[in-house]
């Protein structure tokens, strides 16, 4: 799929015709924390903006965290200290909110960019909305007792 998007690829539609097609990395369905491993990112930020764990729910509209400023963080985080030693390279990705990843699998995939491409579970994040949330206010509004 990496050759595909910047070579092409011939390809028929349903109807024979032949078409020159590309395969750019569009979407990535996921969980939040899988979200973060993608991204390179730290579980404490998030994977599609620049906002840290403490800035959550704050009314200032983050820049998205862009493929280019990770790539860029985790090049100056190399240089920093030395990825083969793990332990240093770890405490310098928390500087950046990092994970410990230096090479993602995206990094060479013309186009792909993890803010764009990196979609919400709906479901997944319906489900907890609800359970989280919205059955814990209805819990303390009506009373357990109320609820069946």
Not at 83 to 111: G, H, I, R
Request: proline fraction near 7%.
């Amino acid at each position: 799929l990496k050759i595909a998007v910047v070579v092409g690829v011939m390809m028929s539609d349903p109807i024979g015709n032949l078409c020159y097609c590309f395969t750019p990395l569009v979407t990535y369905i996921t969980d939040t924390p899988e979200q973060s491993l993608l991204a390179c990112i730290s579980p404490r930020a998030s994977p599609v903006s620049t906002v840290i764990y403490k800035e959550f729910g704050d009314a200032f509209p983050h820049p998205p965290c862009t493929a280019m400023r990770t790539l860029d963080d985790i090049k100056q985080v190399c240089i920093e200290a030395d990825p083969n030693d793990f332990e240093e390279f770890l405490k310098a990705t928390k500087c950046y909110s990092l994970s410990s990843v230096q090479k993602p699998f995206w990094q060479d995939w013309l186009l792909s960019d993890p803010s764009k491409f990196l979609m919400l579970e709906v479901l997944h994040h319906f489900h907890h909305l609800f359970w989280d949330h919205d059955l814990q206010w209805c819990n303390n509004v009506l009373g357990s007792a109320k609820i069946d």
